[in-house]
């Protein structure tokens, strides 16, 4: 223990990788290797023993990064900061939510470190988790989850498991979930791409497996489509203070309105699930429907349904509904 009563980092090899190839290759090699690049919430997890790798590869000098806007998509490097993003002139013309979400989700000393596949992967901040002294299924599988039955109030009340109850933490997931966002993954013997809407998992009886990640396999890059011209979309985030916080709900929309009627509808929701939440049920509800308080009203009903909350967070029902009319009326242009 060091004298402010942290746990000290445990040693670790560490590893300037040269280029992609030997990164995952050396990863695919040691189960207990781990990548570093922005390391804004990993640094942090080693100090307080959460997190321990034996091996530490450092990628920043990867030639993963920039945003590069085409005909219908932005493909944006794994290492592109969350602040070089938001600065994209495209996204903010054209992908308003993904530069709200960004801006909303941190300091602008955190976006200039933070990488946007290190906040795609970012660990909850669920307390029992980050403390070693507590119960946890996703840090130690089988000890149980303090969390059920101890202070709850940030938790999960979508997607949850009688194992784990963490809410998951990015804001820009949220908003590229929305957007039916791509990521591409490069592994020591293939390539692939998979959608971020299938990328992240729920705990079920497995809370330790938070996607679909095989050992040694790297984030290469994030392809985001361009929403239709004319589309309108924002990024809502409700939470204890104005800044420097986490959500307790958030939504993220994009609607296209013709003559008052929703000819297409996306909705996420951040701060109420254990993954970035597509609300499906709520988009069927808002296509061909007229844009009114009473429509998002119902669709806001649909994206709640099958919560299940506990004693200290069963206000969040009550608090995503409202984000949603809220979120849903701001982008449409309706008092909210």
Aim: aromatic share 4%; hydrophobic share 45%; charged share 20%.
């Amino acid at each position: 223990m060091t004298s402010q009563g942290t746990l000290a980092v445990r040693p670790f090899e560490y590893i300037r990788a040269a280029d992609v190839r030997q990164a995952v290759a050396t990863a695919a090699a040691d189960p207990a290797a781990a990548f570093l690049a922005g390391g804004t919430t990993q640094v942090d997890l080693m100090k307080d023993g959460v997190l321990g790798p034996q091996v530490l590869i450092d990628i920043t000098n990867l030639p993963l990064r920039g945003v590069i806007a085409g005909r219908g998509l932005v493909s944006v490097g794994a290492l592109t900061t969350m602040e070089e993003l938001a600065a994209h002139p495209v996204v903010a013309e054209r992908l308003p939510v993904v530069r709200q979400s960004l801006l909303l989700a941190a300091s602008p000393q955190l976006r200039n470190m933070a990488t946007v596949a290190g906040n795609l992967l970012q660990r909850t901040r669920c307390r029992y988790y980050r403390d070693v002294s507590c119960a946890c299924n996703k840090r130690v599988p089988g000890s149980g989850c303090g969390a059920l039955n101890g202070h709850h109030r940030m938790h999960a009340i979508l997607g949850t498991s009688e194992h784990c109850i963490a809410t998951h933490a990015s804001d820009l997931a949220v908003a590229l979930v929305a957007l039916d966002a791509m990521v591409r993954i490069r592994g020591a013997d293939r390539e692939r791409a998979v959608p971020l809407t299938e990328f992240y998992r729920t705990p079920g009886d497995t809370p330790s497996v938070e996607n679909v990640l095989e050992r040694g396999e790297l984030i290469t890059s994030v392809e985001v489509p361009l929403l239709p011209e004319g589309t309108r979309s924002g990024y809502l985030k409700v939470r204890d203070r104005a800044s420097y916080e986490f959500a307790l709900a958030s939504a993220a929309a994009a609607l296209v309105i013709t003559d008052g009627v929703m000819r297409d509808a996306r909705v996420a929701l951040g701060g109420l699930a254990t993954v970035p939440w597509r609300a499906r049920a709520a988009e069927d509800i808002l296509r061909g429907a007229p844009a009114t308080p009473e429509t998002f009203a119902a669709a806001a009903e649909a994206a709640l349904d099958g919560a299940s909350p506990r004693a200290g967070n069963a206000y969040k029902v009550e608090l995503g509904k409202r984000t949603v009319v809220r979120a849903l009326s701001m982008v449409a242009g309706l008092p909210g």
